[in-house]
């Protein structure tokens, strides 16, 4: 599993000129799967996920969480995280999960975050040909794998 994590100030997904989705302060997760993928790697990368200091105190620290903050997350699928150029110019995916079964991932995934932090999580559309629109805040972009 890997995940980009951005801070954003704002963040949208549009599919077919149709806004989806779309979060104030807080996190714009960008996340993609590989076979060897379980439910059990999704969990510990949302316990991570939520605790991560990356807001900033008082101080200008990045010290305070999520929910510390009451930001918001908005998860999009992205199997292009696994995109392989090592040979030649175009890349492979040989290496993302398949689709079906990274479909159930990704609902996993966005289930479990909305259990565990309720009414704070939007997400984008499986498979689709989404358009994402942010406002990267610092920036602030963290690769979790």
């Known amino acids: 599993m890997k995940l980009v994590i ?12 149709e806004l989806i989705s779309e979060i ?41 969480n999520i929910r510390q903050v009451e930001g918001e997350i908005l998860v999009v699928s992205q199997f292009t995280l696994y995109a392989d150029l090592t040979k030649g110019n175009r890349p492979s ?12 991932l990704y609902k996993n995934f966005v289930e479990t975050l909305k259990k565990e932090y309720p009414d704070k999580i939007k997400s984008g559309v499986f498979g ?16 979790l794998e």
């Open 6 to 17: 951005q801070r954003v100030k704002k963040a949208s997904v549009t599919v077919n000129n």
């Open 24 to 64: 104030n302060q807080g996190l714009l997760i960008l996340v993609g799967f590989a076979d060897s993928d379980t439910d059990s790697i999704s969990s510990k990368h949302i316990n991570k996920l939520l605790n991560m200091r990356i807001f900033s105190d008082i101080n200008q620290k990045m010290n305070l």
């Open 93 to 104: 995916f040989m290496k993302a999960a398949h689709p079906k079964f990274a479909e159930n």
């Open 128 to 143: 689709a040909n989404m358009e994402v629109l942010l406002c990267n805040d610092g920036p602030v972009t963290i690769l």
